[in-house]
């Protein structure tokens, strides 16, 4: 275990460099682009673009330059966004919480649905019930997320919103938890059950075909053999089995979508988290943002990968490699 | 006279198939006929076809029903229907009484599901865009999986220094998420003034090229990984060493011995990929980082359609519907095609 966790670290570190090598590469380096232009947002002064020259050391080589955009970015924390005139990475930090309270919720929901309906159409397999959750499973994970936020705000803001059923549903919008839980609560159920249907479909086609996998496995066929009842080995074996490779997809799906993955809906739903800041900054073309919401996103979920990766190892010792 | 074993020469049978129903036949047989029995999966073929059939046609649509250039807007036009004419955006409309509503649907051959805030036919922007969809969605899981099928029969045939190299850059670009990729390289390319220029080529930003190479290749690796598994394990079974000792040349093993058998897995994945590239699309552009203007996508559609949501609903709903019904049917196709060619579903993606 050991071993391994020390292999895996060091490959988490060359995976950093390098994909911080990338971006670099990708917004400094790119043949035809001029930097300083882009990272000055939209017409800017030529003395902005003389500062961001100095700045990023852009007459300098380029492993200079690299070293120089790594302490703006991690060091000194300084970049400034050239479209707002505001510090990015404080900014970040402050939309976190959004993104954070997004992601959770809707994970609860889509832990708990998942399970019931993958477990529901393993359990009734050979009826009917079985292929009518595996369609409405593939419906869920065929719509595009922020389609569907937009039916969802038709139908809850607009249309029915005068019905009773919807009548509760708050504006867009974000409220702190810790200024107003039911405020809080109320304007992300919707985000919340959004963000949840693709998971929703994905991880129950996962677990259904893990329950039936599992079902063939010998020590299966043993619990049933010493008399358990049907639910135990359902409970206690195929399903604790199974649970093995939806707990590493959680792990890997929570990382890329706290990371910046639910931008869609974050967008859809004008909440203003790191997403949100993102996209805001895309239309506004302001660099600096994209680039430190990118390199800080891909950090975190590389970082959430590799712990994904030892707690798998520690669960099931088959996957540590020699 | 030996018994016919199909387990014995790697034959796996469905649930409903006995010996005796498969002998003779070669697995491509077998599996077509399985995918023939398979009604929702044909069914779920022929919608597909049928929405590329239907997007490839949007000229013919535009020019001879609608009449109208859905690229050019037409803000101070009129429509005839029934006899009446009507301005095709219209004073008013909107909760307040101000500003322009565009004609909500129609239901005749002019603006059949109305307009959007530029006076254009939804109905036939919605049906370019699926044009401009499908190709890049097409194109890039084609390019996806060309690529992964090279670098995956060259890692896992050479092995060695050659697979540690590809398999490292490939988990690299696994190791990258998606959208984060897509994003830092959409912004760079299509914020250069004059297009990317490579030389030779000049590709402008309104390309259709860019968000295809992007998304191309982001989703190598979703390829590379079961091909380049099957090829190591192909590579040391009896007809591979029976071909070596028979001296069959490098190139000849990789794609007269191996590449058939790995055939199967590419023709499983590519609808699943098709499906995946176009949600990827209908994101970026979304996002407005995917297809640029003049050029439209069925993201791009849904976009415009954002600011008209709770006037002119159809604007934003048509095109999210073909993209619907255009990616469950790839994907029921998908299920279909690994339930005929690989009924113990080996292959599996994300």
Known sequence: ?322 | MAVFEPEAEGIVLDAEETGGDIAGRSPWALAGRRLVRNKLALAALALFVLIVAVSFAAPVYSKHVANTDPFESNISGTVTIDGKTEPVLQQGGGKLGLGETPIGPTWHSHYLLGADNQGRDVAARVLYGGRASLEIGLGSALLASLVAVVFGLVAGFFGGVTDTGISRLMDLIWAFPVYLLAISLATVLLTAPNGLNLGIFNVSASSLWIPLVIIGVIYVPYVFRPIRGQVLSLRQREFVEAAIAQGASNFRLIFREILPNVASTVIVLLPLMIATTILTESALSYLSIGVQAPKASWGTIIEDGQALLYTRPTVAIAPGVMIVLTVLALNVLGDGLRDALDPRSKVRVK
Do not use: C
């Not at chain 1, 809906?265 to 994209?290: Q, R, W």
């Open chain 1, 1 to 322: 275990m050991a071993t391994f966790a020390i292999r895996r670290a060091l490959w988490l570190l060359v995976v950093l460099f390098a994909i911080s090598v990338l971006v670099f590469l990708i917004f400094f380096a790119t043949p035809g682009v001029d930097p300083a232009r882009q990272m000055a947002g939209r017409n800017p002064s030529a003395e902005t673009i003389k500062n961001i020259k100095h700045e990023f050391g852009l007459d300098r080589a380029l492993p200079i330059r690299y070293g120089l955009m790594m302490k703006h970015m991690f060091i000194s924390r300084d970049l400034i966004s050239y479209g707002s005139h505001t510090r990015v990475i404080p900014e970040i930090l402050s939309a976190t919480p959004v993104t954070l309270s997004l992601v959770f919720g809707a994970a609860v929901i889509w832990v708990i649905f998942s399970i019931l309906t993958g477990v529901g159409a393993a359990v009734f397999r050979g009826t009917v019930i079985d292929p009518i959750l595996m369609i409405l499973a593939l419906i869920g994970i065929s719509i595009p997320v922020f389609w569907l936020g937009e039916v969802v705000n038709l139908v809850t803001q607009s249309r029915l919103h005068d019905f009773f059923l919807f009548s509760w549903v708050p504006p867009l919008g974000y409220t702190p938890l810790t200024q107003d839980p039911l405020m809080w609560f109320e304007q992300l159920v919707f985000p919340w059950l959004t963000l949840s249907v693709l998971y929703i479909g994905f991880y129950a086609r996962v677990l259904r075909a893990n329950l039936i996998e599992t079902e063939n496995e010998d020590y299966i066929r043993t619990a049933r053999a010493k008399g358990l009842s049907e639910r135990r080995v359902l409970l206690r074996h195929t399903l604790r089995t199974s649970m093995i490779t939806f707990v590493s997809l959680f792990g890997l799906d929570f990382g890329i979508l706290v990371g910046g993955g639910a931008l869609l809906t974050e967008v859809v739903f004008g909440l203003p988290g790191v997403g949100l800041l993102t996209y805001n900054s895309l239309t506004a073309l302001d660099l600096p943002v994209i680039m430190t919401t990118v390199i800080y996103g891909a950090f975190f979920i590389t970082l959430a990968n590799a712990l994904v990766d030892l707690l798998y190892a520690w669960l099931d010792p088959r996957v540590r490699p020699a």
